[in-house]
């Protein structure tokens, strides 16, 4: 066929940082193979991706040449995403805006579109932080996925998810593995850590929940008990270790967690 007229669209169906993409955009990507198919549409391509950015808004769906991102897209929503997509239209209840664009005009344009506009809620806004004793070091011991053990001085009251940030953009590119895709908001499972006392080693190959070994484990963390909306999310982590693990978002640097490290416990960064 003439590529210049074809029209590409890319399913994100990475399931290695955060299972919702992979399940949600594997059963998409078939459902569009099958809808392509079906109406004998040599002229739309259809492609798995990985790793487009925003686990929360599984199934992912990109559209090319246009370059209009969509969100939260189901299997039963195929037939109507082509339908905007071949019309060169907007779905405005599923679309995440257009590359090339400038939010003004994605705004107008979304406005503008055919079904009633009604865009995805944006993230909210995150809990205020308590900067209060910010100034004061406590010092923090992560061990990374290669066996290395990093010292680190932390700010108290900033989340382990933040750390590893911070700790990523100074060059230590194992801390990547914390990616934090939703700011701390309990939307991603992009920010697990291993909260690992003394003795206890960072799970290399980890088993599935539920399967860790018996035995009452000494020196626990001294942090907050898991939150029920921790908990779901945390399900959607990849590597989850029950009784070890933990989302980095969730857990504030105090000075009872510096000691813990003092006495040999760590924060387990797992493989990227
Ligand atoms: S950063 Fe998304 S849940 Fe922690």
């Given amino acids: 066929s003439d590529k210049s007229q074809e029209t590409h669209l890319y399913v994100c169906t990475h399931a290695a940082r955060d299972c919702r993409c992979g399940e949600t955009g594997g059963a998409v990507f078939r459902a569009l193979l099958a809808e392509v198919a079906g109406r004998k549409r040599e002229d739309v391509k259809v492609r798995e991706i990985s790793h487009v950015g925003g686990h929360v808004w599984a199934g992912n769906v990109l559209s090319y040449p246009v370059g209009d991102w969509y969100g939260k897209i189901t299997p039963a929503d195929v037939p109507k995403l082509l339908d905007a997509v071949l019309s060169r239209t907007i779905w405005g209840e599923k679309w995440r805006?257009?590359?090339?664009?400038?939010?003004?005009?994605?705004?107008?344009?979304?406005?503008?579109?055919?079904?009633?506009?009604?865009?995805?809620?944006?993230?909210?806004?995150?809990?205020?932080?308590?900067?209060?004793?910010?100034?004061?070091?406590?010092?923090?011991?992560?061990?990374?996925?290669?066996?290395?053990?990093?010292?680190?001085?932390?700010?108290?009251?900033?989340?382990?998810?933040?750390?590893?940030?911070?700790?990523?953009?100074?060059?230590?590119?194992?801390?990547?593995?914390?990616?934090?895709?939703?700011?701390?908001?309990?939307?991603?499972?992009?920010?697990?850590?291993?909260?690992?006392?003394?003795?206890?080693?960072?799970?290399?190959?980890?088993?599935?929940?539920?399967?860790?070994?018996?035995?009452?484990?000494?020196?626990?963390?001294?942090?907050?008990?898991?939150?029920?909306?921790?908990?779901?999310?945390?399900a959607y982590g990849i590597g989850v270790r029950e009784g070890l693990s933990r989302l980095g978002c969730q857990i504030r640097v105090t000075r009872e967690l510096g000691e813990w490290c003092e006495r040999g416990g760590r924060v387990g960064v797992p493989r990227f």
């Fill in 97 to 234: 805006g257009r590359g090339f664009l400038a939010p003004a005009e994605q705004a107008a344009l979304l406005a503008s579109a055919p079904s009633q506009p009604r865009p995805l809620a944006p993230l909210p806004a995150r809990a205020k932080q308590d900067t209060s004793d910010r100034a004061y070091n406590v010092p923090l011991t992560f061990e990374l996925w290669d066996g290395r053990r990093v010292r680190t001085q932390a700010s108290l009251g900033e989340s382990l998810m933040e750390l590893c940030r911070a700790l990523a953009e100074e060059g230590e590119r194992a801390f990547d593995a914390v990616e934090g895709v939703c700011g701390g908001n309990l939307e991603c499972a992009t920010c697990h850590v291993y909260l690992l006392p003394p003795g206890v080693p960072l799970p290399s190959s980890p088993p599935p929940l539920g399967a860790a070994g018996g035995g009452e484990i000494e020196e626990a963390p001294p942090v907050p008990a898991m939150s029920e909306a921790e908990e779901d999310m945390l």
